[in-house]
C-alpha cells in the first residue's frame, strides 16, 4: 500500500515539474498501470485488520475502495478526453486537480492516525470544488460549490471538536495516535452520547442520507463530467467508510438512535426513489438514485453483523462503478444534443445504437439484475436488515421496486420514441468512450466469480 502511496505522490511532483506536451498521457497511462497493481494486491492474503505504523492500516475494506479510486481517476481522463483541450493550459491544471484529489483519497482510505483521516476527509474537497468551478457547464456552479462547501464542513466541525477533545486524554506528546485507540476513549465516557450524535452527522452528510442530500442534486447538476463521476464514485464511499471505522471500533449496540436512524434513511430511500420520476435533467434523476443507494449502505452499516458489513461493501464498489458510467453516459447524450432534459431527449435508439446498448446494460445493472455484484450486495443487505429491523420489509420492497421502476424510465426516455427534428444528427460514438464503458462494466460483472474478496473477518 506504502508503494502505490509513494508511486501517487512521486506521479504528481513530476507532472508538477515538467514542461512536456505530454503530461495528459503520462497522467492517465500512470494512473491505468498503478490500477493494475492495486487490482493484483486485491489477490493477496490481507483479509485482517492491519497497522502498518503509527500512520498506516490496510484491510481488505480499504483496499478495494483504493483500487476503485485509483480505476475510476483513471476513467476520469478517459470521459474528460474531448471536453478539456489536450496540451493546453487548463488540461495540465485540470490533470493536477485530479491528481491531488486522486492522492487525498489514498491517503484517507488508509489513514490510521485520526487527525490525519479528517484532514484528508476535509481536503478532498477543495480539489473537487476547483473542478467544479473551473470546468462547470451553468453559472450556478458558484451556489452548487457553495452549498457542498456549507453542508459537509459545518456538519463535520462537531467531529473534529470531539477529536481534539479526545487528544488531551492520551497520555503521548504528539498527536501520534491511532484510531483504534482513540475511539475506545468514549465506551467509558460522559460524552459518549455526543459521540454518536455529532460525530456521526459528518459521515451522513457525505453519505448522504436523505435531509442532508439537498447539496449533491446540485453539485452534480453543475460538475463536469470528472467531477460527477469521481463524487458518486469516491466522495460518496468516504461517508461509509467512516461510519464502518467508527462502528466497528466503537462496539456499538443497536439502540433507540440508530433505529431512528436507518427508519429516516430507509424512508428517505423510498422518497427519493419516488422524487426521481419527478426530475427533469437526467444527472439529477442519477444523483437521486444514488441517495437511495447509499442509505440501503448505511442500513448494512448499521446491521450489526459482518453479512450486512459485507453487503454495503459490495454496495459501496458496485454503486461506485456504475454511478460513474450513468453520469459519462449523460455527459455522452449532452455532447450530442446540448441538454440533459429528459422532454426533449427522445429516440437516441435510432440515431446511436452504441450508446443505446450501454444504456441498457447499465440500467439493468442499475436495477441489481444478475450475475452483477449489485444483486450480490442486495442479497447481502436485506436479510441483514430483516433480521433485527423486520418492520422495515416494507420500505426494502418499496426500493427494490421503484428502483427497477426509474432505471426503466430513465432508459425508455431516452431511447425510445421519435427523435425530434429540432435535434442537430448526431454522429458516430466514440472508441474511447466505449472503451471507458467496457472498462466500467467488466468489474461489475466479473467480481461475482471473486466474492472472497469483500469478505469482512
Given at each position: 500500500?506504502?508503494?502505490?502511496?509513494?508511486?501517487?505522490?512521486?506521479?504528481?511532483?513530476?507532472?508538477?515539474?515538467?514542461?512536456?506536451?505530454?503530461?495528459?498521457?503520462?497522467?492517465?497511462?500512470?494512473?491505468?498501470?498503478l490500477?493494475?497493481?492495486?487490482?493484483?494486491?486485491?489477490?493477496?492474503?490481507?483479509?485482517?485488520?492491519?497497522?502498518?505504523?503509527?500512520?498506516?492500516?490496510?484491510d481488505?475494506?480499504?483496499?478495494?475502495?483504493?483500487?476503485?479510486?485509483?480505476?475510476?481517476?483513471?476513467?476520469?481522463?478517459?470521459?474528460?478526453?474531448f471536453?478539456?483541450?489536450?496540451?493546453?493550459?487548463?488540461?495540465?491544471?485540470?490533470?493536477l486537480?485530479?491528481?491531488?484529489?486522486?492522492?487525498?483519497?489514498?491517503?484517507?482510505?488508509?489513514?490510521?492516525?485520526t487527525?490525519m483521516?479528517?484532514?484528508?476527509?476535509?481536503?478532498?474537497?477543495?480539489?473537487?470544488?476547483?473542478?467544479?468551478?473551473?470546468?462547470?457547464?451553468?453559472?450556478?456552479?458558484?451556489?452548487?460549490?457553495?452549498?457542498?462547501?456549507?453542508?459537509?464542513?459545518?456538519?463535520?466541525?462537531?467531529?473534529?471538536?470531539?477529536?481534539?477533545?479526545?487528544?488531551?486524554?492520551?497520555?503521548?506528546?504528539?498527536?501520534?495516535?491511532?484510531?483504534v485507540?482513540?475511539?475506545?476513549?468514549?465506551?467509558?465516557?460522559?460524552?459518549?452520547?455526543?459521540?454518536?450524535?455529532?460525530?456521526?452527522?459528518?459521515?451522513?452528510?457525505?453519505?448522504?442520507?436523505?435531509?442532508?442530500?439537498?447539496?449533491?442534486?446540485?453539485?452534480?447538476?453543475e460538475?463536469?463530467v470528472?467531477?460527477?463521476?469521481?463524487?458518486?464514485?469516491?466522495?460518496?464511499?468516504?461517508?461509509?467508510?467512516?461510519?464502518?471505522?467508527?462502528?466497528?471500533?466503537?462496539?456499538?449496540?443497536?439502540?433507540?438512535?440508530?433505529?431512528?436512524?436507518?427508519?429516516?434513511?430507509?424512508?428517505?430511500?423510498?422518497?427519493?426513489?419516488?422524487?426521481?420520476?419527478?426530475?427533469i435533467?437526467?444527472?439529477?434523476?442519477?444523483?437521486?438514485?444514488?441517495?437511495?443507494?447509499?442509505?440501503?449502505?448505511?442500513?448494512?452499516?448499521?446491521?450489526?453483523?459482518?453479512?450486512?458489513?459485507?453487503?454495503?461493501?459490495?454496495?459501496?464498489?458496485?454503486?461506485?462503478?456504475?454511478?460513474s458510467a450513468?453520469?459519462?453516459?449523460?455527459?455522452?447524450?449532452?455532447?450530442?444534443?446540448?441538454?440533459?432534459?429528459?422532454?426533449?431527449?427522445?429516440?437516441?435508439?435510432?440515431s446511436?445504437?452504441?450508446m443505446?446498448?450501454?444504456?441498457?446494460?447499465f440500467s439493468?445493472?442499475?436495477?441489481?439484475?444478475?450475475?452483477?455484484?449489485?444483486?450480490l450486495?442486495?442479497?447481502?443487505?436485506?436479510?441483514?436488515?430483516?433480521?433485527?429491523l423486520?418492520?422495515?420489509?416494507?420500505?426494502?420492497?418499496?426500493?427494490?421496486?421503484?428502483?427497477?421502476?426509474?432505471?426503466?424510465?430513465?432508459?425508455?426516455?431516452?431511447?425510445?420514441?421519435?427523435?425530434?427534428?429540432?435535434?442537430?444528427?448526431?454522429g458516430?460514438?466514440?472508441?474511447?468512450?466505449?472503451?471507458?464503458?467496457?472498462?466500467?462494466?467488466?468489474?461489475?460483472?466479473?467480481?461475482?466469480?471473486?466474492?472472497?474478496?469483500?469478505?469482512?473477518?
Amino acid at each position: 500500500m506504502l508503494k502505490l502511496i509513494i508511486s501517487g505522490a512521486v506521479l504528481l511532483v513530476l507532472l508538477a515539474i515538467q514542461n512536456l506536451n505530454l503530461f495528459w498521457y503520462l497522467s492517465f497511462w500512470s494512473l491505468l498501470l498503478l490500477s493494475f497493481f492495486s487490482i493484483l494486491q486485491l489477490h493477496t492474503p490481507m483479509f485482517e485488520f492491519s497497522l502498518q505504523n503509527q500512520f498506516f492500516l490496510i484491510d481488505n475494506v480499504s483496499s478495494m475502495l483504493i483500487s476503485l479510486t485509483f480505476w475510476i481517476s483513471t476513467m476520469m481522463f478517459l470521459a474528460s478526453q474531448f471536453d478539456i483541450k489536450i496540451c493546453s493550459n487548463s488540461s495540465k491544471i485540470f490533470c493536477l486537480y485530479v491528481l491531488i484529489l486522486n492522492l487525498t483519497l489514498i491517503l484517507a482510505f488508509s489513514m490510521a492516525n485520526t487527525l490525519m483521516f479528517y484532514f484528508m476527509f476535509e481536503a478532498s474537497l477543495v480539489p473537487t470544488l476547483m473542478l467544479i468551478l473551473g470546468w462547470g457547464y451553468q453559472p450556478e456552479r458558484l451556489q452548487a460549490g457553495m452549498y457542498m462547501m456549507l453542508y459537509t464542513v459545518s456538519a463535520s466541525l462537531p467531529l473534529l471538536l470531539i477529536l481534539l477533545f479526545a487528544s488531551k486524554y492520551i497520555m503521548c506528546s504528539s498527536i501520534m495516535y491511532n484510531f483504534v485507540i482513540q475511539m475506545k476513549i468514549f465506551s467509558t465516557s460522559w460524552s459518549y452520547m455526543l459521540l454518536i450524535l455529532f460525530s456521526f452527522l459528518a459521515f451522513l452528510v457525505k453519505l448522504p442520507v436523505f435531509s442532508m442530500h439537498l447539496w449533491l442534486p446540485k453539485a452534480h447538476v453543475e460538475a463536469p463530467v470528472a467531477g460527477s463521476m469521481v463524487l458518486a464514485a469516491i466522495l460518496l464511499k468516504l461517508g461509509g467508510y467512516g461510519i464502518l471505522r467508527m462502528y466497528q471500533y466503537l462496539n456499538l449496540h443497536l439502540n433507540f438512535n440508530f433505529i431512528l436512524c436507518l427508519a429516516l434513511a430507509l424512508w428517505g430511500g423510498v422518497l427519493t426513489s419516488i422524487i426521481c420520476f419527478r426530475q427533469i435533467d437526467l444527472k439529477s434523476l442519477i444523483a437521486y438514485s444514488s441517495i437511495g443507494h447509499m442509505s440501503l449502505v448505511l442500513v448494512g452499516l448499521f446491521s450489526n453483523n459482518s453479512w450486512g458489513w459485507t453487503g454495503a461493501l459490495v454496495m459501496m464498489i458496485a454503486h461506485g462503478f456504475c454511478s460513474s458510467a450513468l453520469f459519462m453516459l449523460a455527459n455522452c447524450i449532452y455532447e450530442k444534443a446540448h441538454t440533459r432534459s429528459l422532454y426533449t431527449i427522445k429516440g437516441l435508439l435510432l440515431s446511436l445504437p452504441i450508446m443505446s446498448f450501454w444504456w441498457f446494460m447499465f440500467s439493468a445493472i442499475n436495477m441489481a439484475v444478475p450475475p452483477t455484484i449489485n444483486l450480490l450486495s442486495e442479497i447481502m443487505v436485506f436479510p441483514a436488515t430483516m433480521l433485527f429491523l423486520k418492520y422495515m420489509v416494507l420500505c426494502l420492497i418499496f426500493m427494490s421496486f421503484l428502483a427497477a421502476v426509474y432505471s426503466m424510465y430513465m432508459y425508455t426516455s431516452t431511447q425510445h420514441g421519435g427523435n425530434p427534428k429540432f435535434l442537430a444528427p448526431c454522429g458516430n460514438f466514440n472508441e474511447v468512450k466505449s472503451t471507458a464503458l467496457l472498462l466500467h462494466w467488466i468489474p461489475l460483472n466479473f467480481f461475482i466469480l471473486k466474492a472472497n474478496l469483500f469478505l469482512l473477518s
